[in-house]
């Protein structure tokens, strides 16, 4: 029985084309797509020389027949489309049928396979794509593929190759990402010296996620609730008629895991974005990551983000690069907007309750700004953060990244603990040539940590500095940031009655008037209104000149023209592309900087009080709008440790 085919030259043609193999890492995703297509439960890889020398991968899936496994190799061999239309709905990894004889032509490969309808498995050699050898063989169900010396034949080729640990980083990195995509499958992933991943079949991502990298990663991540929404009926714009007219509307399920809103990454190497259990990269599910935790996290920092998208194949074209890494959907604007509120909703949900240690390497960027240079980052800032981000196409640069030494393998039971920053990373393995990205020791904890929730009792007993309240209550000692403490309460607050249009304003007692630049005048006659229901009156007053009658409340007045200033100059800098809901953030955010008290101004013990209670009921007490932290803690414990008591 064969069930391989060639498509015809028509159907072929409309595949995107190019070739997929690239390097060691190239050729165990083609492979491991096989076999996960294969129907596999079980794949288990071994590389020699990160993959340069040989690299062999068994699976128990399907098999393929005596005549399959030599038609396999043929160009547009596939078993998996049949006709043009099925290209627009592709349910499984593969579909170009261009993988195995692209590989079989660059190197020594052996296939040994039997499907269940044989009694005997078939065994080809091929070398530089020629046919060696076929043979019956003894196999049980299942293929295996060996692939040696890729790229023996061209040495031009080869010598594009990196260092035998880098090319095992890029490796191991595919394999976490299959592995986390598939938790009911069993992986295994092992040089000659290491096994690198193991990991046996789990119900639920959580439970693979806690394999790959264990419960303190685990720790900082936020597990969303599943949600699942059918795409709204629009007509298409050809015919005026309900595009789903002949079923039901397709339902797309979103589900996954987001970081705390303290985990701070420098980077975009970890956010990992699924659909139908492909990793893909995506600039618009990207930018709803970064919407979703826009004022939680300050611009130029990241979570870390693990979304898994289950969408009809109909819904989601993915030939569109030959890697079959990028995919366009057909309603983009419904998914973006889905993730967006998904993980929005999973953010302010979560009221959790342990702490966890400040991260001591690489703090993120944010913290080395002085208070008073906020009015500078935001004014920099929400310009990075709301325009589209760019996926890294290629790796981040070494200067960027810590660096990660490779520790001895742990083998099951005991979960391997492979760092987000490490392994998963798409991009990280050649940002490090010669370092292999698999595991670092963990961080000696450090004693001062930033909690994740703020007690309402806590008793303030004076300031260091006059910039940081110094509490207690029975869980320890608490340092408190007063003035991201107070912009968060201010802010919150704004929000709030900016959305119940009720915003108190305060008349000044002499208007303040601002000559503005051109860029200026433009942008406050954009957002004039908006500026109006945020409290601001204004009025033309002469050319490119307005007066300033009232502002928001609490608003010192010398502060006024500054914030004005500011608000004009970071709308300006957005282009046309920022949204109202942005915009209403960062005048939020604005005023809340400039309203609140200032580092370096001593506050009486009512007040210290006041900004706690009001601090603890805020939505998001751990950071301020622009993503700093505002309280740390030295718990009781800590300092008992400290003092060698226990
Ligand atoms: P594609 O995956 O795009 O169909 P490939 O060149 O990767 O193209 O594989 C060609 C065909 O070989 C597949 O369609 C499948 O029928 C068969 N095949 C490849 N690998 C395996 C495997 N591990 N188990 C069973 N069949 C396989
Ligand atoms: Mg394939």
């Excluded at 959580?206 to 685990?218: A, F, I, K, S």
């Excluded at 002469?542 to 007045?557: E, F, M, S």
Aim: proline content about 8%; some cysteine; overall charge negative.
């Amino acid at each position: 029985m064969s069930i391989i085919h060639i498509l015809s030259e028509s159907v072929a043609n409309k595949i995107a084309a190019g070739e997929v193999v690239e390097r060691p890492a190239s050729v165990v995703k083609e492979l491991l797509e096989n076999s996960l297509d294969a129907g596999a439960n079980r794949v288990e890889i071994s590389v020699e020389s990160g993959g340069k020398r040989r690299i062999r991968i068994v699976d128990d899936g399907q098999g393929m027949t005596h005549d399959d496994a030599l038609l396999a190799f043929e160009r547009h061999a596939t078993s998996k489309i049949q006709s043009a239309e099925d290209l627009f709905e592709i349910s499984t990894l593969g579909f170009r049928g261009e993988a195995l004889p692209s590989i079989a032509a660059v190197s020594r490969l052996v296939l040994e396979t039997r499907h269940a309808s044989e009694n005997s498995g078939t065994r080809v050699e091929i070398n530089g794509g020629r046919l060696r050898d076929v043979k019956e063989v003894a196999w049980p169900q299942g293929t295996s593929i060996e692939v040696r010396d890729l790229f023996y034949a061209t040495p031009a080729r080869r010598k594009f190759l990196k260092s035998e640990s880098t090319e095992l980083g890029h490796v191991a990195t595919l394999v976490t990402h299959y592995a986390l995509a598939h938790p009911e499958k069993g992986f295994v992933l092992s040089s000659l010296t290491n096994t690198i991943l193991q990991v046996s079949p789990v119900a639920n991502h959580r439970e693979r996620l806690y394999q790959v990298m264990g419960g303190q990663t685990l720790d900082q991540l936020l597990e969303m609730t599943p949600v699942e929404r059918r795409v709204p009926m629009v007509p298409l714009p050809e015919s005026g008629e309900p595009e789903e007219a002949a079923g039901e509307p397709p339902i797309i399920r979103v589900e996954g895991f987001v970081s705390r809103p303290e985990i701070q990454k420098l980077n975009r190497n970890n956010i990992y974005f699924f659909v139908n259990r492909r990793l893909v990269r995506d600039r618009l599910i990207l930018h709803a990551i970064t919407e979703a935790f826009r004022n939680i996290l300050p611009s130029g920092v990241f979570p870390v983000a693990l979304i898994f998208l289950e969408i009809p194949p109909s819904e989601v074209d993915v030939n569109v690069h030959p890697s079959k890494t990028e995919v366009r959907f057909r309603h983009g604007t419904f998914v973006h907007d889905l993730v967006r509120d998904s993980i929005r909703q999973t953010l302010l949900a979560t009221r959790p309750v342990a702490s966890f240690p400040v991260p001591k390497s690489a703090p993120p960027a944010s913290l080395e700004v002085e208070a008073a240079d906020v009015a500078d980052a935001l004014a920099e800032g929400p310009q990075r953060s709301a325009t589209m981000p760019d996926f890294p196409a290629r790796p981040a640069t070494a200067a960027a990244r810590p660096e990660f030494r490779l520790a001895p393998p742990r083998l099951e039971p005991r979960p391997q603990r492979l760092p987000l920053d490490s392994v998963l990373s798409p991009y990280a393995a050649a940002a490090m040539p010669g370092t292999i990205h698999v595991e670092s020791p963990p961080a000696e904890e450090s004693a001062i940590r930033a909690p994740r929730e703020l007690p309402l009792d806590l008793q303030p007993l004076g300031q260091v500095q006059d910039s940081f309240i110094v509490a207690v209550n029975s869980e320890g000692l608490w340092i408190v940031d007063q003035h991201a403490a107070h912009e968060r309460v201010l802010f919150d607050r704004h929000v709030r009655r900016r959305q119940e249009k009720k915003v108190e304003v305060q008349r000044l007692l002499m208007p303040i008037i601002v000559q503005l630049k051109p860029e200026q005048q433009a942008t406050y006659q954009a957002i004039a209104e908006e500026l109006a229901a945020n409290g601001f009156e204004v009025e033309p007053f002469g050319q490119r000149t307005v007066a300033i009658k009232a502002a928001p409340a609490d608003l010192p007045a010398e502060e006024v023209e500054k914030l004005m200033a500011e608000i004009l100059d970071g709308v300006t800098r957005e282009g046309a592309a920022i949204s109202l809901d942005e915009l209403r953030g960062k005048i939020a955010a604005s005023i809340s900087c400039h309203a609140a008290i200032k580092i370096n101004m001593p506050l009486v013990h009512n007040k210290m009080d006041w900004l706690l209670q009001a601090l603890g009921q805020a939505d998001c007490p751990m950071t301020c709008p622009h993503g700093r932290p505002t309280v740390l803690r030295y718990g009781t414990k800590d300092l008992m440790k400290a003092f060698k008591r226990i």
